[in-house]
């Protein structure tokens, strides 16, 4: 394993002291890594308005005297060296960053704090949302998957951010948990650059060495059984949550949406392994594609999938299409789904968000299949919204999640 790594965190060069210095840099700036209030939408979002840009400058015309801030740095990035010999290989590169953990000051996503080891994801995913933090370099949102940037220095730094940056005593929540870090909201942590650069597995050491931390990782990939050891160390000490995401169980289907992920009978067992280690993982089945993988029976199937593989809870939001993500995925839908392709105008073209009747009706669905087959919530999202009526221990007993978890929805409810 290939940990990026380089010049030691910032120090004084005479006295090995550290610098009192500002760790959020322009280099990761927080728009571009907390993700867009798609996670929980409401209303309609005007893509005209979007405070992401439309039109970005092709490379050609990204003068390096004209770049600032991450732009900048992803223009002058040194191509990261790699193993890896295939012609359908994605560019690497070392993006020298100044900071791994990165606020995010939302108030509809369940958690304070990212951290994504790189930029770009070579899984390809056609529908993703995250293909806008590449405009923030000054590249198309087509390139997610092709220029994939190596995050510098991660375990030093991660350090120095958890030290000086995270509060145990999230103001949220005032006082009564700690602020919560995701990681992969915008990248997947363990898509095949992880094998050769080892970011994720540095960030995850770091952590381990931490108590009374809250901390969940997203990911498409069966790749992370690979860190069950880790895994197991920042759970015996902290809140930890893995969410799988699932969309379908069809494989052609699951390649042609998802076209260098894993098969869905591989994310299934790595849910089955990872239970089996004690740790406390859910399925995401997120994004609900209309027309797409949302037909009768199929969110149900995975639904029961997950619960045979001992998934503990279950959650799915429909499709949500920043400016960046429905230049890909339209003509896409109209090529590969022609028959879908007028409604997809109809509700994307303008819009970030299907309808609001079709979100409301999906909504129930998840509600109802949750109810079938005994899933409960994500306990992190509980955590943040129930802290008044019921808080959570800093050590999870995971085959006591769900119980838990029931508590506080009984609580809420009276």
């Not at 995913?125 to 997610?144: P, Q």
């Not at 992969?184 to 597995?201: I, L």
């Not at 999870?396 to 029931?406: H, N």
Request: net charge positive; hydrophobic share 35%.
């Amino acid at each position: 394993m290939q940990v990026v790594q380089g010049p030691a965190p910032v120090a004084d060069q005479l006295t090995g002291d550290r610098k009192t210095v500002d760790r959020d840099s322009d280099s990761n700036q927080t728009t571009a890594d907390c993700p867009p209030a798609s996670w929980t939408p409401q209303g309609n979002q005007d893509l005209a308005a979007s405070p992401v840009r439309n039109d970005v400058a092709v490379s050609t015309e990204r003068a390096p005297a004209r770049l600032v801030g991450i732009a900048r740095l992803a223009a002058s990035s040194p191509p990261a060296e790699t193993r890896r010999r295939s012609l359908e290989k994605p560019e690497y590169f070392v993006l020298p960053v100044k900071s791994i953990l990165n606020r995010c000051d939302s108030k509809r996503v369940p958690f304070e704090w990212t951290i994504n080891p790189y930029r770009g994801c070579e899984f390809a995913c056609k529908y993703c949302y995250a293909r806008y933090t590449h405009e923030y370099m000054e590249l198309d949102g087509s390139e997610f998957e092709k220029k994939i940037y190596v995050k510098k220095n991660a375990a030093p730094l991660l350090a120095w951010d958890v030290a000086h940056k995270y509060s145990y005593e999230s103001e949220g929540s005032g006082g009564a948990r700690p602020d919560h870090i995701a990681i992969g909201t915008a990248t997947d942590p363990y898509q095949p650059a992880e094998r050769e650069y080892g970011v994720t597995r540095a960030c995850l050491e770091e952590l381990a060495k931490r108590e009374g931390l809250s901390v969940s990782i997203i990911t498409k990939s069966n790749q992370i059984v690979r860190d069950i050891d880790v895994l197991q160390r920042i759970a015996e000490r902290s809140n930890l949550g893995i969410d799988i995401t699932i969309t379908t169980l069809r494989a052609g289907l699951t390649r042609l949406l998802e076209p260098r992920a894993p098969r869905p009978d591989l994310r299934l067992a790595a849910v089955k392994q990872l239970r089996e280690a004690r740790l406390a993982v859910g399925v995401s089945a997120s994004p609900l594609i209309p027309g797409i993988t949302d037909r009768d029976g199929d969110l149900e199937a995975v639904a029961e999938a997950a619960k045979e593989a001992g998934a503990q809870w279950f959650f799915s939001g429909v499709l949500f299409l920043m400016p960046s993500s429905a230049r890909q995925f339209l003509p896409f839908v109209r090529e590969k789904f022609p028959r879908l392709a007028k409604q997809y105008e109809e509700w994307y073209a303008k819009n970030g968000y299907a309808p609001e009747e079709y979100r409301k009706k999906a909504s129930q669905r998840v509600t109802r299949i949750r109810e079938k087959f005994g899933f409960a919530t994500r306990p992190w999202v509980e955590a943040k919204g129930k802290v008044a009526c019921s808080q959570m221990t800093l050590s999870w007993d995971v085959d006591a999640v769900a119980p838990r978890v029931e508590r506080a929805q009984a609580c809420s409810a009276g």
